[in-house]
């Protein structure tokens, strides 16, 4: 039995190998894009390393694509036939039991398992990162902040995990709206480990609930090195900086960082895909022309209509689709959420129905242009959006969209509520909904509410 970086045993017995492995639990931590050369050198030299393919199947599940199922399945496989060979502890196979239960389309149970683990065991920073992960996943981040608070007491100013916890701190702050503590603790995270690129973005998170978007580029300038060495989590933080750029009114900046870094590498990953979409969708709301930049987008979504392992990635793959108006693989993707959502039997299929189905409903009339029922399915689906995972900042291009479908429609009042009940959870207000506010007023006064700007 040996002991990794933050103090856990397991049952590698090379010195390489651990070394490995503590590359791949840091490299975890601080998304760094070289862990799965790390995971799979381990796996290399110890290829009976139960809790290793564990991992690796947990790591294929984060991804959220269908096809990584089987290289899912086949890791748990070896993983047991690994622990059938030699007995391993305790703490480990739960590892194993987490990635049985998230295959069985159950990842709140996952959770449970990664929980028993930081009961007997609140210093293992991989279980706490895997939560954290998962409940992000679920959009639970209440939970998200209670499993961090649970195991904060344990970790010793020099843990190595240590700034990776505050920084998931951070997020879980911000998340449930301490904003103010979310910045210290996002703060300090960064100041403790340079490349913790979780922590600085749960700032920038900060900076767009409290519409503070000069404060958040001033944030980010001079800190790339916090997350260059990221993998695509690096898309998703300059993400954050186009938002910013966005509020402040200044699109050629926006368009640049999309063609120059948030596309750079044109992947198929659903999160990269939801970066683009959002961001397009929001620059659209705002009256600008995106040219062709829909196109590639709307491919990538066409092969993506059977997925279904998140209905976060659905609802954005279908922005791309409405974008390009590509109307089978539209018909497509409805009837397989449709049909998924009537099984209902995990966690996924429970979030196609709810709120997997209005949302899809809404932003399908969205892209036809019809406001009225849109506004109406999305408002359906607004209460139970949480569910759909992603965070705060990135749900808002629906409410964005539920605002300006309603605004569409002529329905003043509601939509003002939205906007009462989006500024009270932000703690301020941002330059969308103070466009939006005059649009109501000049509305009440006699002009036109549809004058949104629409594409």
Not at 421 to 449: M, T, V, W
Request: hydrophobic content about 40%; some cysteine.
């Amino acid at each position: 039995m040996k002991q990794d970086v933050f103090g856990q045993m397991n049952s590698l017995t090379r010195a390489d190998s651990i070394e490995a492995w503590n590359g791949v639990l840091l490299g975890f931590m601080a998304h760094a894009a070289v862990t799965p050369q790390h995971l799979g050198k381990v796996l290399e030299l110890e290829p009976d390393f139960a809790l290793g393919h564990a991992t690796k199947g947990l790591f294929m599940l984060l991804l959220g694509r269908r096809e990584l199922h089987p290289v899912a399945a086949d890791a748990l496989k070896t993983a047991d036939a690994a622990m059938a060979k030699q007995p391993v502890s305790l703490r480990e196979r739960h590892y194993a039991e987490a990635l049985r239960h998230w295959l069985a389309g159950n990842p709140s149970l996952a959770v449970q398992e990664f929980e028993a683990v930081l009961r007997d065991h609140p210093q293992d920073s991989l279980a706490m990162k895997l939560s954290h992960a998962t409940r992000f996943v679920l959009g639970d981040c209440a939970g998200m902040r209670r499993s961090i608070e649970r195991v904060i007491p344990a970790y010793e100013p020099d843990h190595p995990g240590r700034g990776y916890l505050l920084g998931c701190h951070a997020f879980a702050l911000e998340e449930t709206g301490a904003y103010e503590k979310a910045e210290i603790a996002g703060r300090q995270a960064l100041w403790m480990v340079s490349d913790d690129a979780w922590g600085l973005h749960a700032v920038a998170h900060v900076h767009d609930m409290t519409g503070n978007a000069k404060q958040g580029l001033d944030w980010l300038a001079g800190r790339e090195a916090a997350w260059s060495h990221c993998n695509n989590f690096r898309y998703h933080v300059w993400w954050h900086k186009a938002l910013m750029h966005l509020d402040l009114g200044q699109i050629d900046q926006v368009l640049d960082l999309y063609d120059s870094e948030i596309r750079k590498d044109r992947t198929d990953d659903y999160r990269d895909i939801s970066n683009a979409t959002s961001l397009l969708m929001r620059l659209q709301l705002e009256g600008v022309h995106v040219g062709d930049r829909w196109q590639e987008l709307a491919d990538l979504s066409a092969a993506r209509t059977e997925d279904g392992c998140l209905i976060f990635a659905d609802l954005h793959y279908l922005l791309a689709l409405c974008g390009e108006n590509r109307s089978e693989a539209i018909s497509k993707l409805m009837q397989r959420i449709h049909r998924d959502a009537k099984l209902s039997d995990n966690d996924t299929t429970r979030r196609m129905s709810d709120p997997g189905v209005e949302a899809a409903l809404g932003l399908e009339a969205f892209g036809d242009a019809q406001y009225g029922r849109a506004f109406d399915h999305l408002c359906a689906a607004r209460g139970s959006l949480q569910r759909a995972g992603g965070s705060h900042a990135q749900r808002d291009v629906f409410e964005r969209i539920t605002i300006d479908a309603g605004l569409r429609a002529g329905r003043l009042d509601a939509v003002e509520r939205i906007l009462d009940d989006r500024r009270a959870k932000r703690s301020g207000e941002d330059n969308f909904a103070l466009a939006r506010r005059a649009l109501i007023d000049a509305a009440r006064g006699g002009q036109d509410a549809k004058s949104v700007p629409a594409e």
